[in-house]
């Protein structure tokens, strides 16, 4: 896909179709977040992938603003190191990477943000000193969810030439 369409017609996604991602396409989402810049190329990051449907499930209870990750074919959670100042930006620009590389393959996602972190943490084993940034859940878009209107400030609202 052209990369300028991916942007224009990328959406958020909270409803999937029952059907499976296969692994390749997976691993190639990954793989994108992987490559992601990042400051000083420091790659503050680790992502857990998570296949099993009881696993979703149980994210599911502690996924606030995301209770739909219980439908995705799997999911992401992207961690993060705090002792890197920028972490958060780096994550960012790995989900951005992933969002995009998944909408490339016909797969959405949507950013989880209100997520009880302390429990997740301890029942994905993950370190308490490091970050959920956040956790993505990836599936097969629903046709109504893609078709959404696309809503953003006006480019008079946001783009300032030469002076703001
Ligand atoms: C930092 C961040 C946090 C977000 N948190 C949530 C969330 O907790 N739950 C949710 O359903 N969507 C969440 N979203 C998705 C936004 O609501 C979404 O990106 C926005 O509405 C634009 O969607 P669109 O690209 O489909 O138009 C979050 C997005 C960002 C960037």
């Not at 972190?117 to 969810?145: A, C, D, Q, W």
């Amino acid at each position: 896909m052209d990369t300028f369409e991916c942007l224009r017609k990328r959406r958020d996604i909270r409803s999937y179709l029952k059907k499976v991602v296969p692994d390749e396409v997976i691993k190639k989402i990954i793989e994108a977040g992987r490559l992601a810049p990042s400051a000083m190329n420091l790659q503050p990051w680790h992502f857990i992938v998570i296949k099993n449907k009881e696993t979703l499930r149980e994210l599911g209870k502690f996924c606030v603003s995301g209770r739909f990750i219980i439908d995705a074919s799997f999911a992401v959670v992207v961690i993060t190191e705090p002792s890197n100042k920028w972490h958060e930006i780096d994550g960012t620009r790995a989900v951005q990477n992933m969002s995009l590389a998944a909408w490339n393959e016909g797969v959405g996602t949507c950013w989880i943000g209100a997520i009880d972190r302390e429990k997740v943490k301890e029942r994905l084993n993950i370190p308490k000193s490091l970050h959920i940034l956040t956790i993505l859940p990836f599936g097969y878009p629903e046709e109504f969810t893609v078709k959404r209107k696309k809503i953003r400030k006006s480019p008079d609202e946001v783009f300032h030439w030469e002076k703001f």
